[in-house]
């Protein structure tokens, strides 16, 4: 591999060399099928990785279920002191690990780095969190009687990452599950297997370090049939899936027919509507931000742009002037605003939307080729496109569908009340994000007859939400929160405990049962 992928390896303590272990349960196995890592910019093999065999899998989820009986028994605030530890290593390597994100995912460094601070930010949040996992006493209608509202830790904690966050979304996760007491397993994207490592040795440093089993923390690279395996393992109290409706669909079902518990983030299909009051200067670069960051593969990127008539034409030519002023690059390199698709599968599926947007009578205003003057010929790039359809027709796949990639659809409206609808069509609910400067449209915006995504913004994009509030969606997206606000009750079991300390024993609602 190049000089700088194998600097950048090294500076996290993994060799290049030979084929990596992708098992850990307390110590690094692998035995089982030999994954690829490909560099989406260079279009280079970065490393070949041994995942879980089907032995190994199953050996990982009993060694994490026995961390799990250790580790529920540490009190919360100890848990907490784990977790801050973690965050120092973490923080110390956030250089290093924000550049294997973008070597290996493809998002440039800022958003690489950026991705490892949203783990740091976790982690500071669950450090707090461990001190103030509180339940309740509920007032009891029996005399000395008393009802408390515990959680407990759950159990095994299964995450099952996405590549397009193959960091932080796990850091969401073990954060919140370490403090609650859980031993977690993590199954990221087959094409981000080195991000999982780096940050698994990173952790189970920690905890080896610190006494607690590193199975606290477990990792099993692999494909579809470790998914599965996990996903239908009933030892497995919780499933944290990312990832496609399609699969989470079948996540949602198999993990409900068992009686486990769910949390899913699944597509999203995010809108920013434009009022005519809105202030263009900080509208158009959010827009651009949301549209193109990440090169359009977050879940919360923004694929729909509803225009007010009066101000569309104006919006539209500045809009169309910062597409043309972003140039693929290097992800690696400080300037670069455009970084690859993280395949070239993802590169297909770009230009089969171009194409049916085109074949249906779109107006493409500017971008939908591959980049032929990409700095990388094997690198994924393709230019981020701005197209307009002929009208909004709100049950047409080319506003239901999420396509995976930098291009934003655009509408025209005349009254809010129809952005909104537009909005709310979709079978996805993320994120969106609404442009004005007067409250009447925000308190529309926010209320019941306002958005329905789990994420609503006014004056802010529709991607890049902080870690301090609860992360997901509604409708197809899925179900669950992550990360901050209430997320942490999902990782718990909940007890009502009803304690007598009187001399009688009366039954609620004055039962009597006395002979
Ligand atoms: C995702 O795209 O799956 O709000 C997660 C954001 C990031 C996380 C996105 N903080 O865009």
Avoid at 211 to 233: F, Q, R
Avoid at 252 to 277: C, H, W, Y
Wanted: charged share 20%; glycine share 10%.
């Amino acid at each position: 591999i190049s000089t700088r992928a194998s600097n950048i390896l090294s500076s996290l303590g993994i060799s290049s060399d030979g084929e990596l272990n992708g098992v850990y349960d307390g110590h690094w196995h692998g035995s089982g099928e030999v994954i690829v890592s490909t560099c989406p910019t260079t279009g280079e093999e970065l490393a070949r990785i041994r995942t879980a065999s089907k032995t190994e899998l199953r050996e990982a989820l009993e060694r994490t279920r026995e961390a799990y009986t250790i580790f529920r028994n540490v009190p919360a605030p100890k848990r907490g002191e784990i977790v801050r530890r973690i965050r120092e290593a973490l923080a110390a390597k956030r250089e290093d690990l924000g550049a294997l994100v973008t070597l290996e995912m493809g998002k440039i460094l800022t958003e690489g780095v950026g991705e490892v601070q949203e783990f740091v930010d976790i982690c500071d949040y669950a450090v707090g969190l461990s001190r103030m996992m509180n339940g309740r006493v509920v007032a009891s209608e029996r005399p000395e009687h008393s009802i408390l509202e515990v959680p407990n830790p759950l159990g095994v904690v299964a995450v099952l990452s996405a590549f397009n966050f193959p960091v932080a979304v796990y850091g969401w996760n073990l954060a919140l599950s370490m403090a609650a007491g859980n031993a977690t397993i993590w199954k990221p994207s087959p094409t981000t297997p080195l991000c999982s490592i780096a940050v698994t040795k990173i952790v189970s440093s920690v905890l080896e370090a610190n006494g607690v089993p590193g199975a606290v923390a477990s990792l099993v690279t692999g494909g579809k049939d470790t998914g599965e395996a996990l996903v239908n393992d009933p030892s497995v109290e919780l499933v944290s899936f990312t990832g496609s409706e399609r699969v989470g669909r079948a996540v949602g079902q198999a993990v409900m027919s068992r009686f486990g518990k769910t949390i899913l983030e699944l597509g999203g299909n995010n809108a920013s509507i434009i009022m005519p009051d809105a202030d263009l200067s900080l509208a158009v670069p959010a827009v651009g931000f949301g549209a193109i960051g990440t090169a359009g593969q977050r879940c919360t990127s923004t694929r729909r742009l509803y225009l007010h008539r009066s101000i569309a034409p104006e919006f539209l030519e500045r809009l169309q002037k910062l597409y043309q002023s972003i140039k693929p690059g290097d992800p690696l390199e400080q300037k670069t605003l455009l970084g690859p698709l993280h395949t070239r599968a993802a590169c297909e599926t770009y230009s089969g939307a171009i194409e049916h947007l085109k074949k249906v009578g779109s107006e493409i205003l500017v971008g939908g080729k591959r980049f032929s003057d990409a700095p990388f010929g094997a690198g994924n790039f393709v230019e981020p496109a701005i197209s307009v359809p002929k009208s909004v027709d709100v049950s047409d796949s080319i506003w239901t569908t999420e396509v995976f990639a930098p291009i934003l659809n655009v509408g025209i409206f005349d009254e809010l009340d129809q952005a909104i609808e537009w909005n709310n069509s979709v079978p996805q609910g993320l994120s969106s994000s609404l442009w004005t400067r007067d409250i009447r449209n925000v308190g529309k915006w926010i209320g019941p007859s306002g958005s329905d995504t789990g994420i609503v913004n006014v004056n802010v994009g529709t991607s890049g939400a902080e870690i301090g509030a609860a992360f997901g969606g509604n409708k197809s997206t899925g179900w669950g929160r992550e990360s901050g606000g209430d997320a942490w009750k999902q990782y718990v079991r909940w007890s009502a405990c009803t304690l007598n300390f009187s001399n009688q024993a009366p039954l609620a609602q004055g039962v009597n049962f006395s002979a």
